[in-house]
């Protein structure tokens, strides 16, 4: 029980310096590594939380696919430092001022709603198992399952199309 | 156990590190990365409150979440290539093309 607590607070700060340091890294590689650290500890929570499956959907789609993309696209465009040129100075602190007031809303919620928030059972033996995904997935979510096949198809294709050099008039730009 | 009101309060933090991100970055690959973390927060609730009502209809969606997720991803950094390749940069106070 004790230990459940520690490893949740210990990965909690984890996580939130890891976004933090995605956010505040002058190169845009170090991010993207910060970033992949952060859905690690995440894919952690999930497995805590009683789902394995969406753990490891986590590491291979999140911190596998589509941060390898990330990093692909920042070292081909050379874009890991953008130099800082002079800005609006009351951007910064206006953003700072309204990410605070988010944060209020939430703990504001949080404390007020707690009724709802109870603590957690311990879970059925076979809660979150890819069998019971699987068979949830394709009895009762068959049709939007399907329909992700085709967005995923849309989207592979409107990339290639989007990055694919264009022949006749390639040179002339 | 853990209460649900720590993961909330967990993911509340993400999300708003993630907001702060896409309001004080001008690297248009830093805002798309913390909108990915935005969405990863909102991930971890939804699987934190699946487990609290024990329903596995949450687990489900997050996995729907993550299948659109790829998806955006692949068309955002392809439309980012695109712009790079034609303006040079990706600072995203550049591309005001389009204002009146």
């Known amino acids: 029980m004790n230990g459940e607590l520690i490893l949740f607070f210990v990965l909690a700060i984890v996580a939130i310096s890891a976004a933090l340091g995605m956010l505040f890294s002058r190169n845009a590689v170090y991010s993207a590594l910060f970033l992949i650290l952060n859905f690690a500890t995440v894919a952690v929570f999930f497995l805590l939380l009683g789902a394995p499956f969406i753990a490891m959907a986590q590491v291979t789609v999140y911190a596998g696919a589509i941060m390898v993309l990330f990093l692909f696209v920042i070292m081909l465009l050379g874009a890991e430092q953008i130099q ?90 | ?49 699946a487990r609290a009502n024990d329903a596995l209809s949450g687990q489900v969606f997050v996995f729907f979440v993550i299948a659109v997720a ?12 695109v712009i790079f390749r034609n303006r040079q940069s990706i600072d995203i106070d550049e591309m005001s093309n389009l204002k009146g």
């Open chain 2, 70 to 81: 790829a998806a955006e991803v692949a068309v955002g950094l392809a439309l980012i290539v």
């Open chain 1, 84 to 173: 800082h040129q002079a800005r609006r100075g009351w951007q910064r602190p206006l953003a700072m001022l309204l990410t605070l007031v988010l944060l209020a809303e939430s703990a504001y919620l949080i404390f007020t709603r707690s009724d709802v928030l109870t603590v957690l059972q311990p879970a059925a033996a076979d809660y979150g198992s890819p069998q019971s995904i699987g068979m949830l997935l394709f009895s009762e979510y068959l049709l939007p399952f399907e329909v992700t096949s085709i967005l995923l198809l849309a989207a592979m294709v409107g990339a290639i199309v989007l990055v694919k050099e264009d022949k006749k008039s390639g040179g002339q730009k």
């Open chain 2, 1 to 49: 156990m853990i209460p649900v009101s720590y993961y909330f309060a967990l993911s509340a933090i993400l999300f708003s590190l993630g907001a702060l991100g896409v309001l004080i970055r001008r690297n248009a690959i830093i805002i798309f990365m913390s909108v990915e973390l935005m969405l990863n927060a909102a991930n971890l609730l939804f699987v934190a409150f």
